[in-house]
Structures are given as structure tokens and as C-alpha cells.
């Protein structure tokens, strides 16, 4: 059985940082690239950062140079570090998982990041 499991999201006033962790267990996760997505009330969900099984990254402009991604694959962990924080970045966040080879798809149950004073 396949989990991802987020946590680390919470309340943060604007300015403040963030670090949201996903384990995943049952799928082999060296082999999957890794994805954050979020998804604002009212909005759809998009894409934020995504970490290849060789370490690549790319992220959503809106939030490059202040959110960083990485992978350990020791623990079957991805990482979203947010920093400098800003009230728009307010959503659910999504761990993503896709095999890069099988291209089975995964996501997690989402955690809450809300940035307000």
C-alpha cells in the first residue's frame, strides 16, 4: 500500500519560514521524481517545486528564490523549505509522486499552510 504522508504546515506570519516533509512508503523512491503542488481556496491546485530521482529541480516563478526542494533518499523523505513567506502562498499542500519509469502517479492528503499577521 502506497502512502505519502505530509507534514510540518501550520500557521506563519508573513516574512516566516516553513519546512513541509513528505515520507512515502510502499513505492520504491529512488526511482519516483517528487512534486509539491498547492491548491488555494477557490483555485487550482499547481504546481510548486518537483525534484527529479537525479536531484533536478524546477519551481513555479512565484516562488523561486524562496522555496527550495530536496530529497533524501536514505529516508524516503522530500522537503519543501519555504522561506520569506507571503500571505499569497496560503494554501493546501500536496506531496506528488510519479514513477519515472512505471509512471504511476501518488499523492498525499495535504497539509495546511496558512501565512497571516
Known amino acids: 500500500q502506497v502512502q505519502l504522508v505530509e507534514s510540518g504546515g501550520g500557521l506563519v506570519q508573513p516574512g516566516g519560514s516553513l519546512r513541509l516533509s513528505c515520507a512515502a512508503s510502499?513505492?520504491?523512491?529512488?526511482?519516483?521524481?517528487m512534486g509539491w503542488y498547492r491548491q488555494a481556496p477557490g483555485k487550482q491546485r499547481e504546481l510548486v517545486a518537483a525534484?527529479?530521482?537525479?536531484?533536478?529541480?524546477n519551481y513555479a516563478n512565484s516562488v523561486k528564490g524562496r522555496f527550495t526542494i530536496s530529497r533524501d533518499n536514505a529516508k524516503n523523505t522530500v522537503y519543501l523549505q519555504m522561506n520569506s513567506l507571503k500571505p499569497e502562498d496560503t494554501a493546501v499542500y500536496y506531496c506528488?509522486?510519479?514513477?519515472?519509469?512505471?509512471?504511476?502517479?501518488?499523492w498525499g492528503q495535504g497539509t495546511q499552510v496558512t501565512v497571516s499577521s
Open positions: 525534484i527529479t530521482s537525479g536531484g533536478s529541480t
Open positions: 510502499g513505492i520504491i523512491f529512488r526511482l519516483y521524481r
Open positions: 506528488n509522486a510519479v514513477g519515472e519509469h512505471s509512471l504511476r502517479e501518488y
